[in-house]
C-alpha cells in the first residue's frame, strides 16, 4: 500500500487525537483557574500538602490563620507549623494550635483533611475554633469548600442502616438535598445491579482488612438516568479494634469516563467508517496467527482496494466519498462472518482477516469462494442522492502459513498480490504466490 495513504491516516488521527487533548487541557485549565480564584476568597484556609508532607500551595487566608507570609510557608512541613495533624484521620474535623511554644496570641484553629486516609498529603482546610465547636455559619464554610474540592462526603454505620451524605451527595443520587433520607439499603438500590456485587466485595474487604475502600461503579437515577461515580473510604473502629463505621468521599466521573471512551474511540478506530484502524488490525491479526500456530489452522488476509474512488472524490467531493467509503464499510462487515476482522488501514483501503480458513478443501477454492463473496458485494451501485455510483475493486489474499511464516511477511504479500490484482483490470484477485491474477467469475 502507498506510504503517503498510511502516513495521512496517521497524521489524520495524531490530529484529531491532538484536537482532543487541547480542548480537555483548555477545558482543565479553566476550571483549575476558577477553583484557584475561588481559594483566593475563601476565609477558609486551604492548605495543599505533597507527598513529603510539605506545603506547596496555600490561599491568603491560609498564611493569615498561620502567622506566616508566602515565603515562609512554602516548602514547610505541615508538622513544622500544626504538629498535631500528623496522621489525622480524613473528613474528620480536628482542634489544632500553632507550633509557636506559646508565644504568640493566635487563637486554636480547626482542620478538615481531605485525602487518602492513609497518608498526609491531600487538601487542608482550617479556620479559627470556637469554644462550643463549629456554628451554623462555620458548618455553612465547611460545606461550601467540599463544593470546592468537587466531592461529597459520607458517613456510614456498619451496625445500621443509618448514612449520612453531605449535600454534594444527593444530586449525585439524583436528589434534591433533603429530598430521600440517606440510608445504607437507598444506597444499595441505587447502583446498578450489575455492579452492586463489585460494590458490596469491596465493602466487606475493607471491613475485614482495613484496606482502603476504592471502587467505580454506577448509578441509576429515579428518571432512569446513569451516572458513574468513584468511592474512596476507610475503616473506623472502637476501642476493641471492631470496625464499627466507614467513612470517606464520593464524586462524579461521568465525564471522565466520557473522555476516556471517546479518547480510545480515536485511539483505536477510523473516525469515519468506525472500524479498527491499523493499530487494532495489526494487534488483532498478531492474536490470530498465535492462535493459528497453536491450532495447526489457516488465516487468510484481504486486502481490498476500491477502483473509481478516486473519479466520485475529485467529481462529487470529499461528502460523497466520505459516504461511499462508508457503505463499502457497512457492506463488508454484512458480507463476512461474526468471526473475521474488518479495518480501514488508509484511504480506499480495507483489510480484513479471516481466521479458520478451511483446510478440507483446496486453498485455490476456497480463496475464490472468498474473492467472490466481497467482489459480487462491491459491485453493486451506491445510491446517493439522485446518482448512483459504481466502484470495483482489487482484492489481495495470502494465506498462513502458506504464503508468509510471520505477520509482516504475511502484511507485505497480501499488499503485492492485491497490486497484481489492480494491474489486471477491475474487479480482480490474486492470491498470494499465484503467477496469474483471478477475474471475478460469475
Known amino acids: 500500500m502507498p506510504l503517503t495513504l498510511l502516513t495521512s491516516a496517521g497524521v489524520l488521527l495524531l490530529l484529531a487525537l491532538l484536537v482532543v487533548l487541547r480542548r480537555r487541557e483548555r477545558h482543565t485549565r479553566e476550571q483549575l ?15 495543599q500538602v505533597a507527598r513529603d508532607g510539605r506545603i506547596s500551595r496555600h490561599n491568603p487566608a491560609a498564611a493569615r490563620l498561620l502567622g506566616r507570609g508566602k515565603a515562609a510557608l512554602v516548602g514547610k512541613h505541615l508538622a513544622d507549623c500544626l504538629p498535631q ?17 506559646g508565644a504568640s496570641n493566635h487563637p486554636a484553629l480547626e482542620a478538615l483533611r481531605i485525602g487518602p486516609s492513609d497518608t498526609d498529603t491531600g487538601i487542608l ?3 479559627p475554633a470556637t469554644k462550643t465547636g463549629r456554628s451554623t455559619e462555620d458548618a455553612e464554610r465547611f460545606k461550601r469548600s467540599q463544593y470546592f474540592a ?44 450489575d455492579d452492586q456485587a463489585q460494590v458490596r466485595t469491596g465493602e466487606l474487604r475493607c471491613i475485614a482488612t482495613g484496606e482502603n475502600h476504592d471502587e467505580e461503579y454506577r448509578v441509576v437515577w429515579p428518571d432512569g438516568t446513569q451516572r458513574w461515580l468513584r468511592e474512596t473510604g476507610n475503616v473506623v473502629k472502637d476501642a476493641e479494634g471492631r470496625a464499627v463505621r466507614m467513612m470517606g468521599v464520593v464524586r462524579d ?28 488490525f495489526e494487534a488483532h491479526l498478531a492474536k490470530s496467527l498465535e492462535r493459528a500456530r497453536r491450532n495447526t489452522t489457516r488465516v487468510a488476509l484481504v486486502f481490498i482496494d476500491l477502483n473509481g474512488f478516486k473519479a466520485i472524490n475529485d467529481q462529487y467531493g470529499h461528502a460523497v466519498g466520505d459516504r461511499v467509503l ?48 466481497i467482489l459480487t458485494a ?63 467469475t460469475s
Open 33 to 47: 483557574a476558577q477553583y484557584r480564584a475561588l481559594a483566593e476568597r475563601l476565609p477558609e484556609g486551604v492548605l
Open 85 to 101: 495533624l500528623s496522621g489525622m484521620a480524613a473528613y474528620t474535623p480536628q482542634r489544632c494550635s500553632l507550633n509557636d511554644g
Open 125 to 127: 482546610l482550617i479556620q
Open 150 to 193: 468537587r466531592i461529597g462526603t459520607w458517613d456510614w454505620r456498619i451496625d445500621s442502616d443509618e448514612l449520612y451524605w453531605s449535600d454534594a451527595i444527593y444530586g449525585m443520587f439524583g436528589y434534591q438535598v433533603g429530598q430521600v433520607t440517606p440510608s445504607y439499603q437507598l444506597f444499595c438500590a441505587s447502583v446498578h445491579p
Open 253 to 280: 466521573i461521568t465525564e471522565e469516563k466520557a473522555w476516556t471512551r471517546e479518547l480510545h474511540q480515536l485511539a483505536h478506530h477510523d473516525p469515519l467508517t468506525g472500524l479498527p484502524n491499523r493499530l487494532v
Open 326 to 373: 462508508v457503505v463499502t464499510g457497512t457492506r463488508l462487515n454484512r458480507t463476512l462472518r461474526e468471526s473475521d476482522t474488518l479495518a480501514r488501514i488508509g484511504g480506499d483501503e480495507f483489510v480484513a482477516i479471516l481466521e479458520d480458513f478451511s483446510a478440507s478443501r483446496p486453498l485455490e477454492d476456497e480463496a475464490r469462494v472468498v474473492a467472490e463473496k
Open 378 to 440: 462491491l459491485s453493486k451501485p451506491i445510491q446517493i442522492g439522485n446518482t448512483a455510483h459504481h466502484t470495483g475493486a482489487s482484492l489481495g489474499i495470502a494465506v498462513f502459513p502458506e504464503h508468509a511464516p510471520n505477520m509482516d511477511r504475511l502484511i507485505h504479500t497480501a499488499d503485492m498480490a492485491m497490486y497484481e490484482a489492480k494491474r489486471s483490470g477491475n474487479n480482480q484477485y490474486r492470491l498470494g504466490g499465484d503467477p496469474s491474477p483471478q477475474p471475478q
